[in-house]
C-alpha cells in the first residue's frame, strides 16, 4: 500500500499558513497602533534551537558587553544599558538562518503592503544577565536614523511576571505596557516613535534584539 506523506509547508509548525496569519496581524497593528505582540511566532523548536544558540554563544565568550551606536563610534557606556551582545552574520548558523529568512519574508510583506521602503534587517542576541537593564530610550542614533521598525524575539522558556525582565513600551497615546520576555513572543514597533526600557529581572534574559532599516539620507 502507498502511503501518502504530507509534503511541503503543513509538514513544519511554522508553516507558511501560521507565519501568514500572524504577519497579517503584524501588519495591522503597526498600521494601526504602531506596535505589535505575536505569542508562538515560528515553531518551538526553532525557537529553542536559537536559545540554545545563544547560550552556546555566551559561553563560548563571543558575546561583548553592549554599547551605544556602531561600528567606530561605538561608546561602551555602562550605567545605561547591561546587556551582552553579539551581531548575527548569516552562513554561520542554520537556525539563525532560518531566522533571517522568516524575517525577510516579513520584511517583504511589510514594505508590499505598507509601503516602508525597509531595505534590510540587522540583529544581535542578547543576553542581560540578574540584574542587567537598559534605561529608557529610543532606538535610533545621532547618527544613524536609519532604523525604522524594532524587532524583539525572546528565547526564554517560563518567563514568570514575578522574575521582573519585562520590556516596558511607552506608546505615543500616554499608556505603557509591560511584555514579558516569554519564549516565542515576537514585539515590533517603530522605532522613532517608542521609547521603551528593559526592567531587571532575577535570571538571565535571552534574546534576538534587531531592525529593519531603512536606506540611509547620508553618501553611500
Ligand atoms: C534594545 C532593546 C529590548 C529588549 O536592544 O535596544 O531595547 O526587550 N531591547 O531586549
Ligand atoms: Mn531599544
Known amino acids: 500500500m502507498q502511503v501518502l506523506i504530507p509534503s511541503g509547508p503543513s ?28 505569542t508562538q511566532f515560528i515553531a518551538p523548536s526553532l525557537t529553542c534551537e536559537l536559545s540554545e544558540e545563544c547560550r552556546k554563544r555566551a559561553a563560548a565568550g563571543l558575546l561583548v558587553q553592549a554599547g551605544i551606536g556602531r561600528g567606530a563610534l561605538t561608546v561602551v557606556s555602562e550605567g545605561l544599558r547591561g546587556d551582552h551582545i553579539q551581531w548575527l552574520d548569516a552562513g554561520q548558523n542554520a537556525a539563525c538562518d532560518q531566522y533571517l529568512a522568516v524575517m525577510d519574508e516579513l520584511r517583504q510583506a511589510l514594505n508590499q503592503a505598507l509601503f516602508m521602503g525597509l531595505e534590510d534587517f540587522e540583529s544581535h542576541f542578547a543576553l542581560y544577565p540578574p540584574g542587567a537593564y537598559y534605561k529608557k530610550h529610543l532606538d535610533r542614533f545621532r547618527d544613524d536614523d536609519r532604523r525604522a521598525v524594532s524587532v524583539v524575539f525572546y528565547l526564554n522558556e517560563d518567563w514568570q511576571a514575578e522574575q521582573g525582565g519585562a520590556l516596558r513600551l511607552y506608546l505615543p497615546n500616554g499608556e505603557i505596557r509591560d511584555v514579558l520576555p516569554q519564549a516565542g513572543s515576537l514585539l515590533l514597533f517603530l522605532s522613532a516613535d517608542m521609547p521603551h526600557e528593559v526592567l531587571p529581572a532575577t535570571r538571565d534574559r535571552l534574546s534576538l534584539t534587531g531592525w529593519f532599516r531603512r536606506r540611509g539620507n547620508g553618501p553611500l
Do not use: F, M
Open 11 to 38: 509538514l513544519n509548525t511554522c508553516s507558511s499558513n501560521t507565519l501568514g496569519a500572524s504577519v497579517a496581524r503584524i501588519i495591522d497593528d503597526l498600521a494601526e497602533h504602531g506596535w505589535s505582540l505575536q
